[in-house]
């Protein structure tokens, strides 16, 4: 156990944004998981920007890494577009 009140507070704010960060990344793999199983080409056009603006969030916080940002923006953006 750390014997510093530095060190302490600094257990209890990595322990804050290691939950938030988690819920973060939770709610985001929702999100795709949502956008991916859309069948209709209207509603999931209407939810890309939304997953796209939240990707960006993320890889701006350095929850996720920028190129992952990029690389399921791009996928999301294929599959919309492929959709009938």
Do not use: W
């Amino acid at each position: 156990m750390a014997n510093h009140k530095s060190a302490l507070k600094r257990i209890r704010q990595n322990e804050v944004r290691r939950l938030r960060n988690r819920y973060y990344h939770k709610t985001a793999r929702t999100a795709l998981k949502v956008l991916r199983s859309e069948e209709n080409k209207a509603a999931a056009t209407e939810q890309l920007p939304k997953v796209i603006a939240l990707l960006d969030k993320l890889a701006k916080k350095n929850i996720i890494h920028k190129n992952k940002a990029a690389n399921l923006k791009s996928k999301l953006t294929k599959h919309v577009n492929k959709l009938a």
